[in-house]
T-cell receptor
Framework: EAGVAQSPRYKIIEKRQSVAFWCNPI?????LYWYQQILGQGPKLLIQ????????DSQLPKDRFSAERLKGVDSTLKIQPAKLEDSAVYLC??????????FGQGTRLTVV | AQSVTQLGSHVSVSEGALVLLRCNYS??????LFWYVQYPNQGLQLLLK??????LVKGINGFEAEFKKSETSFHLTKPSAHMSDAAEYFC???????????FGAGTRLFVKA
């Protein structure tokens, strides 16, 4: 079974630039999550999709972050414009129900 | 509302010694509880999960955890540490059905030879 795929693995951008991350969940998983993991901290949920609808985006900084999951399969997360404090690993995960989540390897973003 | 507290950001044990990583949770509904492990530059891998069946849960790599409702705890243990167990461990709680999964801050496990 293929796992959760994320790209790119690493990204370095200057502040005020924009960046986008892509995630392809495990086939058949209806629930998709984006987490932000700042160095030394646990993952923080940014947004949760059920199929192509948003279940929870209460911790998504909507002035600069956006996410979509067209057709209820893969998803993109965008940051525009980026700030220094956005430097983190962005983890995508998917699950069949809302129990066990399977994680991708993450995208490490460095904003300079 | 749900939350997770992991006691101790760093734990150091000798190889062959008992591993005990502590996790306490709060949840407004019966919880689902998880332990994940994260190796450097990797995503999170599920070690074990509790979903309201047996209170003693066995996971991969010899780890187990016990759900204690009265103590709102879900501590992770392993009888004998191995060097390969050195990693970051995260406890997480979910309420299922519309509730998001909340992670603790993590505990880094060091294993000394």
């Amino acid at each position: 079974e293929a796992g959760v795929a994320q790209s790119p693995r690493y990204k370095i951008i200057e502040k005020r630039q924009s960046v986008a991350f892509w995630c392809n969940p495990i086939s058949g998983h209806a629930t998709l999550y984006w987490y932000q993991q700042i160095l030394g901290q646990g993952p923080k949920l940014l947004i949760q999709f059920q199929n192509n609808g948003v279940v929870d985006d209460s911790q998504l900084p909507k002035d600069r972050f956006s996410a979509e999951r067209l057709k209820g399969v893969d998803s993109t997360l965008k940051i525009q414009p980026a700030k220094l404090e956005d430097s983190a690993v962005y983890l995508c995960a998917s699950s069949l129900d809302e129990g066990e989540a399977f994680f991708g390897q993450g995208t490490r973003l460095t904003v300079v | 509302a749900q939350s997770v507290t992991q006691l101790g950001s760093h734990v150091s044990v000798s190889e062959g010694a008992l591993v005990l990583l502590r996790c306490n949770y709060s949840s407004s509904v019966p919880p689902y509880l998880f332990w994940y492990v994260q190796y450097p530059n990797q995503g999170l891998q599920l070690l074990l999960k509790y979903t309201s069946a047996a209170t003693l849960v066995k996971g991969i790599n010899g780890f187990e955890a016990e759900f204690k409702k009265s103590e709102t705890s879900f501590h992770l243990t392993k009888p004998s540490a191995h060097m390969s167990d050195a990693a970051e461990y995260f406890c997480a709680v979910s309420g299922g059905g519309g509730f998001k999964t909340i992670f603790g801050a993590g505990t880094r496990l060091f294993v000394k030879a």
